[in-house]
């Protein structure tokens, strides 16, 4: 009777052993540090700036949660496969902020000297059309492409105001629109310069 009550006895407190040590405990310090991580990411403008790397951060931790999931509902929690995507998450978005501010830099050191670029061919334009032939139908054109240059310059100074408020993307977009733009009637008059003094 004592050999069976101790038999009993010692059963029960394995089973308890095995119990605690399969029910891991959730790792709340490694999720909030993932998390931390992504708000850091997007504090800096990561969605932005590098949009599909900070997407795939989202996905992993997504993924992870979902796994953080499985586990609460079974009897014996296995959280070691959750820790170590965890962790990698937290990398993973670490990194994708390092990559979203050197990016903000580039787009902000693009939109500088687009905008440069685009009010030096403005002026270098305005300059060709005093010297591009006026004839009958060329005063037309000469006058349309004034207008055109005149829309530019404010088209610029649009980027510059949208440069001054943040919205760096925005100010390169605009940018890039408007140096088109003077590039072609660039390309236009110095061809009608040349054929005129190729007829001379």
């Not at 050999?3 to 310090?29: E, H, V, Y």
């Not at 540090?33 to 932005?48: F, H, M």
């Not at 931790?61 to 586990?71: D, H, I, L, Y």
């Amino acid at each position: 009777m004592m050999k069976n009550k101790l038999f009993l006895g010692l059963a029960a407190l394995s089973m308890s052993a095995i119990l605690f040590t399969s029910c891991a405990k959730l790792p709340q310090a490694e999720i909030d540090a993932a998390n931390a991580a992504i708000d850091s990411a997007k504090a800096v403008q990561a969605d932005l700036y590098v949009p599909a790397n900070f997407v795939a951060v989202q996905d992993s931790m997504n993924a992870v949660m979902v796994e953080v999931e499985a586990q609460k509902s079974k009897l014996f929690k296995k959280y070691t496969k959750v820790s170590e995507g965890l962790a990698g998450v937290t990398a993973l978005a670490q990194e994708v902020k390092v990559q979203a501010v050197t990016r903000k830099e580039e787009v902000k050191v693009e939109a500088t000297n687009t905008i440069a670029e685009t009010t030096t061919l403005i002026a270098t334009n305005r300059e060709l059309l005093k010297k591009a032939p006026k004839g009958k139908e060329g005063a037309a054109a000469l006058a349309a492409m004034k207008d055109e240059l005149d829309a530019i310059e404010v088209a610029v100074a649009e980027a510059t105001a949208t440069f001054d408020a943040g919205d760096l993307l925005g100010a390169l977009d605009k940018a890039k629109a408007a140096k088109d733009k003077a590039t072609s009637i660039n390309t236009e008059l110095n061809d009608v310069i040349a054929k005129y003094q190729a007829r001379r």
